[in-house]
């Protein structure tokens, strides 16, 4: 049992779902995932261990009901956001299990869940439901040990691995958002570069590793159902992203690999806001308003011949580079033989609820594979890039 040391300011209800939430809740989940796991089609949920569905759907409905009554808006971000990841993560599993499953309902029939998610949610200005900061960047620890679905190792391994990326791409983002009010010629800047390059390095290399040591099917059938969209109320909300993070795309655009002006690029950014955490609303919403790199390097190439622009450009080029490294391995090193190759084996009524954006897999696929290409700067003449701007710059150089 975890001996949960809760926020000073927590209430002694808000501690006992929290204490739910890292102990009892854990143990159901994984007796469930024990019993999908002897099946020949590990896929098929519906009607399995229905004796330990009741207990969880149960046990966390009596745990919510008193916290409806306090509301807990007024105790500060902190402990209200991880009271909405404690219900969302509670929802999901009764998602995962099938208690709950949007496509044969109009509201979710987690009236109390649902009620206090959606509570929370207004307060604090994100979309009411268990999101990725939840599992990573907000996913306290106590005792060294943070909130999981499961006792899988490969769940640990993956949100592991996952949050050193995200503090890695965070990192690159910091560096490169304070360019701007400098100058990309500022001496300073070229130390920026550097420090974004090598923090993109570090999350390739994570990723890296987590592609050589997580196991394909305990990933497949034991992790990723837990991400798929569930409804709130009468509202659908799509599952937790890898990307929902601001990082991702600040490093787009203050690149310039990617434009606020290009439609289809914008529209991803602007759905995720909801998933993202107020302060990470707020960076994200600062990168529409920064010029890039790219350009500001551009707009001076009549200095081309400067020390000081052959130094940057260089530099700047393998930030690219090692961003473009990273999308690439992302999709081809994990998302490809971590979901697209098992998911072939699915039988067709499963495939359904596969991805956790919502749309099916063969789109989802698509969409990120131009994403990835932008990155890349590739040469399309389909979707916007900078693969000519690129080789410009490249150009300029001795």
């Given amino acids: 049992m975890i001996d949960a040391q809760p926020h000073s300011s927590t209430t002694p209800r808000v501690a006992a779902f929290d204490h739910w939430i890292r102990s009892r809740f854990i143990d159901l989940n994984t007796q469930l995932e024990d019993r999908y796991a002897v099946q020949d089609n590990r896929s098929h949920v519906e009607g399995v261990g229905n004796d330990v569905k009741a207990q969880l759907l149960a046990e966390g409905r009596d745990l919510i009901v008193p916290l409806i009554e306090e509301g807990n808006t007024d105790e500060g971000f902190d402990r209200a956001f991880e009271l909405l990841g404690n219900v969302g993560y509670y929802m999901a599993a009764c998602r995962r299990h099938e208690i709950t499953e949007p496509s044969r309902e109009r509201t979710s029939p987690l009236i109390e869940a649902s009620t206090l998610a959606l509570h929370l949610g207004a307060s604090l200005g994100t979309a009411p439901r268990f999101v990725t900061s939840h599992m990573e960047t907000y996913n306290r620890a106590v005792n060294g040990v943070y909130r999981t ?214 789109v989802l696929l698509r969409s990120l594979r131009g994403l990835v290409d932008r990155r890349l700067a590739s040469d399309r003449d389909d979707i916007p890039t900078r693969h000519d701007d690129l080789a410009a710059l490249r150009g300029m150089l001795a």
């Fill in 149 to 362: 679905f499961t006792h899988s190792p490969s769940e640990k391994l993956f949100l592991d691995h996952n949050t050193r990326g995200a503090f890695a791409y965070m990192r690159a983002a910091d560096a490169l958002g304070r360019i701007h009010p400098m100058g990309v010629s500022h001496p300073a800047s070229l130390d920026l570069l550097v420090h974004a390059r090598d923090a993109l390095r570090d999350a390739y290399e994570m990723n890296v590793e987590l592609g050589r040591t997580l196991d394909v099917d305990d990933f497949f059938f034991r992790v990723r159902p837990y991400y798929k969209p569930y409804r709130v109320g009468s509202q659908e909300y799509r599952g937790a992203n890898a990307g929902d993070f601001a990082a991702f795309n600040q490093i787009d655009m203050l690149l310039g690999l990617c434009r606020p002006t290009d439609p289809s690029y914008s529209q991803i950014v602007v759905e995720k806001f909801p998933y993202l955490t107020p302060d990470e609303q707020r960076r994200l919403h600062e990168s529409f308003r920064h010029p890039s790199v790219l350009d500001a390097l551009l707009e001076q190439s009549e200095h081309a011949d400067e020390p000081w622009f052959q130094l940057h450009t260089t530099a700047f080029l393998e930030v690219c580079e090692a961003h473009g490294r990273a999308a690439e391995h992302h999709h081809e090193g994990l998302v490809v033989p971590f979901i697209k190759r098992p998911s072939e084996n699915v039988p067709e009524e499963h495939l359904a609820g596969i991805t956790a954006s919502g749309p099916p897999l063969d």
